[in-house]
């Protein structure tokens, strides 16, 4: 009775065809990765054309769309993903739920808005939905991040955006690095958060 995993054969399918392979997935079935695909394909068809002023305008105004595009395709996955997880949460429930009572040989009556938990189930949830969702939208802004400071490293890199002198002498980029830097390590992460809070640890 169990419906087959079609997620992790898309998945497979999707990486047997490649970055490009994205481009001729329906819009509907576009995730985030689909959209870094794009952005790689669209990056490497644009270093290609060369260094022209004109194709640097024409690839900000593409990582725009493609961030447009990313958080449209994250907000419907995401709602797909709570969905799919609320699913399975109320599977294993009502398997749970059967083997109790085939054990104990009686009816199991719940109120409404009530849930059996076994503690003692190494299955059984261990984050809310809110938590998940929130873990699942800062990976993805920071791959989003990630994915722009890549693009704006090979630039320089490749001589397409000239390196800045800043007022006090220092390049730009070594100021934003700083400030990256540090941001970075005074910020605590959603995701560092609940594993030191379900580790039992204080941050």
């Given at each position: 009775?169990?419906?087959?995993?079609?997620?992790?054969?898309?998945?497979?399918?999707?990486?047997?065809?490649g970055?490009?392979g994205?481009?001729?997935?329906s819009p509907?079935?576009?995730?985030?990765e689909?959209?870094?695909?794009?952005?790689?394909?669209?990056?490497?068809?644009?270093?290609?054309l060369?260094s022209?002023?004109?194709?640097t305008?024409?690839?900000?105004?593409?990582v725009?769309?493609?961030?447009?595009?990313?958080t449209?395709v994250?907000?419907?996955?995401?709602?797909v993903?709570?969905?799919?997880?609320?699913?399975?949460?109320?599977?294993?429930?009502?398997?749970?739920?059967?083997?109790?009572s085939?054990?104990a040989?009686?009816?199991?009556?719940?109120?409404?808005?009530?849930?059996?938990?076994?503690?003692?189930?190494p299955?059984r949830?261990r984050?809310?939905?809110?938590?998940?969702?929130d873990?699942?939208?800062?990976r993805?802004?920071?791959?989003?991040q990630l994915?722009?400071?890549?693009?704006?490293?090979?630039?320089?890199k490749?001589?397409?955006i000239?390196?800045?002198?800043?007022?006090?002498g220092?390049r730009e980029?070594?100021?934003?690095v700083?400030?990256?830097?540090?941001a970075?390590?005074?910020?605590e992460?959603?995701?560092r958060?609940l594993?030191f809070?379900?580790s039992?640890k204080?941050t």
């Amino acid at each position: 009775m169990e419906e087959p995993p079609l997620r992790e054969e898309e998945e497979e399918e999707g990486d047997e065809a490649g970055p490009e392979g994205a481009l001729g997935k329906s819009p509907f079935q576009l995730t985030a990765e689909d959209v870094y695909d794009i952005s790689y394909v669209m990056g490497r068809e644009l270093m290609a054309l060369g260094s022209d002023p004109r194709v640097t305008q024409l690839q900000f105004k593409i990582v725009r769309v493609l961030e447009m595009l990313e958080t449209l395709v994250n907000e419907g996955s995401l709602t797909v993903e709570e969905l799919r997880m609320e699913r399975d949460n109320l599977r294993k429930e009502v398997e749970g739920l059967r083997r109790e009572s085939s054990a104990a040989g009686r009816e199991v009556n719940l109120g409404p808005d009530k849930m059996v938990v076994d503690l003692t189930d190494p299955n059984r949830p261990r984050f809310t939905l809110q938590e998940l969702r929130d873990v699942l939208q800062e990976r993805n802004k920071l791959k989003s991040q990630l994915l722009v400071v890549q693009e704006e490293l090979q630039c320089y890199k490749s001589g397409l955006i000239p390196a800045r002198e800043g007022p006090g002498g220092r390049r730009e980029k070594d100021a934003l690095v700083t400030r990256a830097s540090n941001a970075s390590s005074n910020k605590e992460t959603m995701i560092r958060k609940l594993f030191f809070f379900r580790s039992g640890k204080q941050t």
